[in-house]
């Protein structure tokens, strides 16, 4: 259920909603989650447009894009960190329409503290968001 960031200066991106919609949809299928509402509902990005006064390298140039991916501890073994860093870049840089953005796009992936997982009003440790997917899944299943 990863959170995504996406910080640019206004106007790098025509379609806003569905980057964030494709960038949410790749980290979910990249994190392997089962296709279940629970995930479905909250893995989500955010999509922050800054002026272009507000961001600089050194060099003073402003146009690069940071991707802030927050997931559950655990969720990305080495090789699903490499997937979601490549597969992240090359939206953003299709969603911009400039290739060349690739390489002027920041991914950090962060992992929230066990219990650093708020939802529906309750900080949740990874135990107890397993526990409440592998519910909803087994009622799914109930239900069909």
Not at 10 to 19: E, R, W
Not at 24 to 39: L, S
Not at 100 to 108: G, N, Q
Request: hydrophobic fraction near 50%.
């Amino acid at each position: 259920m990863p959170m995504i960031d996406v910080y640019a200066t206004a106007g790098t991106f025509a379609d806003k909603h569905q980057l964030a919609v494709d960038l949410a949809t790749a980290v979910m299928v990249v994190e392997g989650v089962p296709d279940i509402p629970m995930f479905r509902q909250n893995t989500a990005a955010f999509v922050h447009e800054l002026a272009a006064d507000s961001l600089s390298n050194v060099d003073s140039d402003n146009t690069y894009v940071r991707v802030q991916v927050l997931t559950n501890t655990g969720a990305l073994d080495r090789d699903k960190q490499l997937a979601v860093v490549e597969r992240l870049t090359l939206i953003v840089a299709a969603a911009a329409g400039d290739p060349t953005l690739a390489e002027r796009t920041w991914v950090l992936l962060t992992e929230a503290i066990p219990g650093g997982w708020g939802l529906k009003g309750h900080a949740h440790t990874n135990d107890e968001l397993v526990n409440a997917a592998r519910a909803q899944i087994a009622e799914l299943h109930a239900r069909s």
